[in-house]
């Protein structure tokens, strides 16, 4: 999960524009971006196809690259520990995102409990870990992203989404047949399965990947296990980028793309001069990207040195330089 701000405290009462009974009055604002692709999808059958396609990998579960085959429909999870109920952690409109992303009236987001990675430094462990959350139905999402509509922000993003694919998309069908018509973004740690991002193309407009370890072996020592990360997140985010491209805005505004976000650890644990260089490379140097300086000891990081200390503002620095010096310059934070 990237490091996001809880999203129980959104500031959102005093936004307007948008009634209640005129769920398109958005679409009316955003007259220079164009209309999300999930819209022709659907229109054209082929969303439920995907709809299809993605709950056929839920039960035995291949959602994620843990591929637990949990049998999820008889009540039983995996290593994300979600069976055949999920559940929302919280959902509103959040304006501490990259700026491209919340521009002026902010961004949905809806909060997903539980995760696949399960880092040991989760700075959200109640939610990812414990699953602290309600009870949710596609139905309710499905309402949720309406509730956020109607409050008029620039889009909705699925914070850890990777365990509830199948869900989510339901309940975006479900939602378009409500007039729900916002951009929609994916906020994932990067641990994806390939199969599953490929049935994403044309659902999702814009990805927020994290790239957190670009060595599988140090993944694996701090995600509980989690096998082949690196190659895994590899594959997941240049599909991601092959589907959209780099950001794409209309004024300032993101509408598609791929915004990369990257956490910065204790001793360079995250090679982060590995990971620039990747992005340059694989990607392409107009990639935008947030190079997080935000890491402080969370869960159990005080069990795992160097990760029971925040890093300094030289390795903050050092990160940024090696990013120049591979060709980055579109950067958010
Ligand atoms: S989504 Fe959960 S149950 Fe499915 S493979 Fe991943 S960790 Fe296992």
Redesign the pocket.
């Known amino acids: 999960m990237a490091g996001v701000a809880m999203l129980g405290s959104f500031g959102c009462s005093g936004i307007v524009g948008q009634s209640e009974n005129n769920p398109r009055g958005a679409r009316n604002q955003r007259r220079n971006i164009p209309e999300p692709r999930y819209l022709e999808l659907e229109r054209s059958g082929e969303l439920a196809h995907r709809e299809k396609a993605l709950w056929k990998l839920y039960s035995p579960?291949?959602?994620?690259p843990?591929?637990?085959g949990?049998k999820?429909a008889e009540g039983i999870?995996?290593?994300?520990t979600?069976a055949s109920s999920f559940r929302v952690a919280s959902y509103g409109v959040d304006f501490a995102t990259e700026r491209p992303i919340r521009g002026t009236r902010g961004s949905g987001g809806i909060f997903l409990s539980n995760c696949?990675l399960l880092c040991i430094f989760c700075q959200n462990w109640q939610i990812a870990h414990r699953g602290d959350g309600s009870v949710t139905t596609p139905d309710q999402l499905a309402n949720m992203m309406m509730s956020i509509q109607r409050r008029n922000p620039h889009n909705v993003s699925f914070i850890s989404p990777?365990?509830l694919v199948p869900q989510i998309v339901s309940a975006l069908r479900i939602a378009i047949g409500r007039g729900f018509n916002l951009p929609l973004l994916f906020d994932t740690s990067g641990y994806e399965s390939l199969e599953v991002i490929k049935l994403l193309d044309g659902v999702v407009d814009i990805y927020q990947p994290d790239f957190k370890f670009m060595d599988s072996e140090i993944a694996a020592r701090f995600t509980q296990g989690a096998p082949n990360y690196a190659e895994h997140a590899a594959a997941a985010i240049k599909e991601m980028h092959r589907q959209v491209g780099v950001l794409k805005m209309a004024d300032g505004l993101a509408y598609r793309g791929i915004l990369m976000r990257h956490l910065v650890l204790p001793e360079n644990l995250s090679e982060t001069d590995k990971f620039v260089r990747w992005v340059a490379n694989e990607l392409s140097p107009e990639t935008h990207i947030n190079i997080s300086g935000q890491f402080f000891p969370a869960f159990r990081s005080n069990e795992f040195p160097p990760l029971n200390r925040r890093i300094t503002r030289t390795e903050h620095n050092q990160a940024m330089t090696w990013a120049r010096d591979a060709g980055l310059h579109n950067f958010h934070s």
């Open positions: 579960c291949y959602l994620c843990r591929l637990c949990a999820r999870g995996g290593y994300c979600v696949n990777t365990h």
